[in-house]
């Protein structure tokens, strides 16, 4: 595969960074993951947006310029003979020296990864089983908000704990933080429906400020759909008529199940996800999702493949 190393095509195989770059030492890097529909970038302006306040977070002196992106992700495309792909840009420090540096680094690398994508169609979508995690959501290294980072102990140790305690691939795991509130999926913002209202946690909770989480907020408001950001414990959740995750690849994937962190179906009273049964808007005989959740997912793919942002 071709990616782009600083602005030239080149063989995955041939690129290399310094051993020295801080990104490797410390982590000091950032990235943006998202998808092209017909070729053009969705939501790349956001996507950018967000690398920038990062960036500027991090003292990384880098300005992204969504044109010049999306010329880059047209040229990544053409380069590995893809219609559509997953693109992962990558910031990363560039070199120093080993310590701890006060300055700002000057002179950042640049990686663009591409890769194909699955067939999938948001009729046909599959649903995810939720599975509560032990390992709790470590508070966000650079104060209130998340960043995209490249700091990923967290999400691996989580995967890891999934796969330990046997759970299927379609699977997602939902970290707590350390007030027993809920905050995100392992690769993904949680949503969910109840009596007429969205709900996600706020930010200040702990999770990514996804970009796809904004737009889906963004797109329930505009249905009329009444949208609250707060503070959720995991019972809140399982009270929920219809749930939902998403992320910038998979877009809007509904909940079908949910699990304690030993893998038995979670029960609460009241009904609502947890029951699991035919009645429950979520989940019908054929684990369908909810009314709402299948408009917002044919919603947010028609929007994508008209490259309507608004």
């Known amino acids: 595969m071709k990616l782009l190393l600083d602005g030239q095509l080149t063989d995955s195989r041939e690129a290399v ?7 490797f030492l410390y982590g000091m890097g950032l990235f943006e993951t998202f998808r092209t529909y017909g070729g053009r970038p969705w939501l790349l302006r956001r996507h950018a947006e967000r690398l920038a306040a990062s960036c500027a977070a991090l003292g990384i002196s880098y300005r992204p310029d969504p044109d010049a992106m999306a010329a880059g992700v047209a040229r990544l495309l053409e380069a590995n003979g893809l219609a559509d792909a997953y693109i ?27 890769k194909p994508l699955g067939a999938d169609d948001p009729s046909t979508r599959p649903g995810k089983t939720l599975r509560l995690l032990r390992l709790r959501r470590t508070r966000p290294e650079n104060g209130e908000l998340r960043l995209k980072s490249f700091h990923y102990m967290n999400n691996i140790a989580a995967k890891r704990e999934l796969q330990a305690g046997g759970a299927s691939a379609s699977t997602e795991g939902l970290f707590l933080n350390e007030r027993d509130e809920i905050v995100e ?17 706020s930010l ?29 414990a995991w019972d809140d959740l399982l009270r929920a008529d219809e749930c939902f995750v998403t992320n910038s690849i998979q877009e809007i ?25 035919a009645d429950v808007d979520t989940i019908d005989a ?22 309507d942002e608004a």
């Not at 999926?185 to 946690?201: E, H, I, K, M, Q």
């Not at 893998?263 to 609460?268: D, R, S, W």
């Not at 054929?286 to 490259?307: H, N, S």
């Open 17 to 23: 960074i310094s051993v020295y770059d801080h990104g």
């Open 88 to 114: 992962r840009w990558s910031v990363s420090a560039g070199s120093g020296e080993i310590g701890l540096p006060a300055g700002e680094y000057e002179a950042p690398r640049e990686i663009v990864y591409a």
């Open 185 to 201: 999926g392992l690769v993904s913002n949680v949503f969910w429906v109840r009596d007429g209202a969205l709900y996600t946690p």
């Open 204 to 232: 200040d909770t702990g999770p990514l400020a996804g970009v796809t989480r904004a737009y889906v907020l963004d797109q329930a408001s505009r249905a009329g759909l009444a949208c609250h950001e707060g503070r959720y």
């Open 253 to 277: 994937v509904p909940v079908v199940a949910a699990q304690e962190p030993d893998g038995q179906p979670a029960c609460v009273s009241g009904g609502g996800l947890a029951s699991n049964a």
């Open 286 to 307: 054929a684990g369908a999702p909810g009314p709402w959740t299948r408009r917002l997912m044919t919603a947010y793919r028609v929007a994508a493949e008209k490259g």
